[in-house]
């Protein structure tokens, strides 16, 4: 539930534009809530559900990656 609160939390900034839009932020947010999403409506997912978190993990995951990548790359440009 403390993960649910904390994704809310942040879309509701986001929403308000008290911080900035930014894209992999969104998407990595969106990924955390449907993994708390599962886990808050099923304790002991079966199979669909642990497929489905996984999924939307790989997602958040990969997404976070790529951020890294571009910010690590426009550093390197001396564009950051």
């Given amino acids: 539930a403390g993960v649910m609160a904390v994704v809310l939390l942040t879309l509701g900034l986001d929403a308000a ?3 900035h ?4 932020c969104r998407t990595q947010r969106a990924a955390l809530g449907v993994i708390a999403l599962i886990l808050l409506v099923s304790p002991r997912p079966g199979l ?3 497929y489905l978190a996984a999924l939307a993990g790989v997602f958040g995951l990969v ?6 990548f571009n910010h690590i790359k426009k550093m390197n440009k001396g564009e950051f």
Avoid at 21 to 24: H, L, T
Avoid at 63 to 68: I, M, R
């Fill in 17 to 19: 534009g008290i911080v």
């Fill in 21 to 24: 839009p930014c894209p992999y």
């Fill in 48 to 50: 669909l559900g642990k």
């Fill in 63 to 68: 997404v976070g990656v790529t951020q890294n």
